[in-house]
């Protein structure tokens, strides 16, 4: 292919780099949970309250000291609220946070009546003010959600504190309240109501403003979140997916996950020139990209350039995951991240595929056994299916997904049948004699989407659990064998996570480390299928080809990791049914095999 980037034998390595610059906005964050947390202290526990400045302040109106107490105690949980966006550099923590450190300054002396306590308040204050140009990174994508797990969050971490507010008095405290009075109090103090607690001088003043603030923190963020205008994430528009296609139609055939950038729950930048682009979805702050750049070669890095740039203005962390060896190269050349194999992909080549031989006979022997049973195959294009055997199939794909969540991302393209995607594949199983049910005689669908003119990518696989095992490696095989009249000569099958560890470990010579990584992967393969993908895969002797996810630093890849799961449905955190909005386009489960593969 013109403008092709020469891969190197390798992409397992770091790119070395030179010193890095101090992170102003790491540690001034972290600085600005540590004043929080002083500032809890203050308001909590009486003890911080003696210092040399006591005598001072006593000049104030007493009744200030326990609103100050409150102050105290507000200023410090919104400073730990705003100190992971300090971290990631936006505008709006900065903002809150040097409106809050003069108010928790003035609460701690007036409160604490100490000088250090202020000073280290305006010590930070100075370095906010110094570097405010580093704090400029935009909002990130959120909707009306964030508010109900904001009140979720908030109403137990001020019950929690409440009750150190109301245990941290115990000499002034009047008789032996049980915990469900303790609890009572707590609950009352929240919503601003006198509980059955009472303290000696005006330590119930104290407590009383101190709930009553924690109540009304947790109800001025609860309403901020829900009634600020909303950022909603990106879609792919009608122009940009238009675009895409065209790019695709030109240079598709270079990646098996081209096709997949055409997901409508991702976005896109292009290069200046447009003939390249990078697509992407944001989750919990990370910027995820999946497979290849789209376009010409010579493009791509200008694509690249323009996903840095919007990753600094956003403060979100950059990654790609499953790109190729020639894809890794150039990001890592473009942008000084560094790359690591993640897995393999399987790729069957159409012409070298036969049943025929002792390796394939387990599959030969299954396919024979189940078209004994009465099934039969069709494989054809998706513009080739009536608009009610489209319906048909797709209720039967939602029916049959196995589990409540749908999955899938990067390999995924999150529809089947629509009239877009005409050049797709499905290959469906039916068995005649069956009794027709509400999908009629169908049991099993596969769904392909187009790599270039002349291959095919797996999408999905779905199968009715009251279907004879063994459909998927039937509509693998039937597939295969009508590729050739549908002038398809390759198709990718799915991606093995860690494959090459799982080969190796298993081989006579093993040492003891890759002994333990393979034991650990067939561990963690009871809930991320890691070991069942790969084995399923090997049946159809496939060349494997290496996939990588590229990253920024090592300390990264926990949160990269979480996001990837999250994106791809592994890690979700339901909604109550009643509060669920059906999305418009439901994503596939993409490359799931099922329980029972055999």
Not at 144 to 156: D, G, H, I, K, T
Request: charged share 25%; hydrophobic share 45%.
């Amino acid at each position: 292919m013109s403008g092709a980037v020469p891969a190197r034998s390798t992409l397992v390595r770091r790119i070395p780099r030179g010193p890095r610059p101090e992170n102003v906005p790491l540690l001034v964050g972290r600085a600005c949970a540590l004043v929080g947390l002083l500032d809890i202290a203050a308001g909590v526990f009486p003890r911080f309250r003696h210092s040399r400045m006591h005598a001072v302040a006593e000049v104030l109106p007493g009744a200030f000291g326990p609103f100050a107490a409150a102050l105290s105690l507000s200023a410090g949980v919104l400073l730990l609220l705003l100190a992971h966006g300090l971290k990631r550099r936006k505008r709006r923590a900065w903002r809150a946070a040097v409106a809050l450190l003069p108010l928790g300054a003035v609460a701690q002396f007036t409160y604490r009546h100490s000088l250090l306590g202020v000073l280290i308040s305006l010590a930070l204050l100075a370095p906010l003010l110094r570097h405010r140009d580093e704090f400029a990174a935009l909002p990130d994508p959120r909707s009306r959600w964030r508010a109900l797990a904001n009140f979720v969050l908030m109403a137990a971490g001020s019950l929690a504190l409440g009750l150190f507010v109301v245990n941290a008095h115990p000499h002034r405290m009047i008789g032996d309240p049980s915990l469900a009075d303790r609890i009572t109090h707590v609950l009352y103090g929240l919503f601003g109501v006198e509980g059955p607690l009472d303290y000696r001088g005006n330590t119930s003043w104290t407590v009383a403003f101190s709930l009553g603030a924690l109540g009304l923190l947790t109800a001025v963020t609860t309403i901020y979140l829900a009634f600020r205008p909303e950022h909603p994430a990106a879609r792919l528009t009608e122009d940009d997916e238009t675009h895409l296609r065209a790019l695709l139609a030109r240079h598709g055939g270079r990646d098996s996950l081209g096709h997949f950038a055409l997901r409508r729950d991702k976005a896109v930048v292009f290069s200046p020139s447009g003939k390249a682009a990078v697509t992407y979805r944001v989750v919990s702050g990370v910027m995820l990209a999946s497979g290849d750049p789209i376009g010409d070669v010579e493009a791509w890095p200008g694509a690249i350039e323009r996903f840095m740039d919007e990753a600094r203005a956003h403060s979100w962390t950059p990654a790609v995951m499953g790109c190729s060896e020639t894809g890794g190269e150039v990001w890592t050349r473009e942008t000084g991240l560094d790359a690591l194999e993640l897995g393999d992909e399987a790729v069957v080549d159409v012409a070298d595929f036969s049943l025929a031989g002792r390796a394939m006979r387990n599959v030969r022997q299954m396919v024979k056994r189940i078209e004994r049973a009465g099934y039969e195959t069709r494989v054809r294009r998706v513009a080739d299916l009536s608009d009610a055997e489209l319906d048909r199939v797709r209720r039967a794909a939602e029916a049959w997904r196995g589990t409540d969540t749908e999955r899938g991302f990067s390999m995924a393209l999150g529809r089947v049948g629509d009239p877009a995607d005409g050049d797709c594949l499905i290959a469906t199983a039916h068995k005649q004699d069956a009794e027709p049910g509400e999908y009629g005689d169908l049991k099993a669908v596969l769904h392909f989407v187009p790599w270039g003119p002349d291959g095919a990518s797996l999408d999905l696989m779905r199968r009715d659990r009251a279907a004879d095992p063994g459909m998927n490696e039937l509509l693998i095989v039937a597939a295969l064998q009508a590729a050739p009249k549908l002038g398809i000569a390759r198709v990718s099958l799915n991606f093995a996570m860690f494959r090459a560890a799982l080969a190796r470990g298993e081989k006579i010579g093993a040492g003891p480390v890759l002994r333990a990584w393979r034991g650990l992967l067939v561990f963690l393969s009871r809930w991320f299928q890691i070991e069942s993908l790969y084995k399923f895969n090997a049946k159809f002797r496939p060349r494997w080809e290496p996939r990588f996810v590229v990253y920024r630093r090592s300390a990264d890849l926990p949160r990269i990791g979480f996001a990837a799961m999250q994106a791809e449905g592994f890690v979700t955190v339901p909604l109550p049914r009643f509060l669920r909005r059906r999305s418009p386009s439901r994503r596939p489960c993409a490359h799931q095999v099922p329980a029972r593969a055999a």
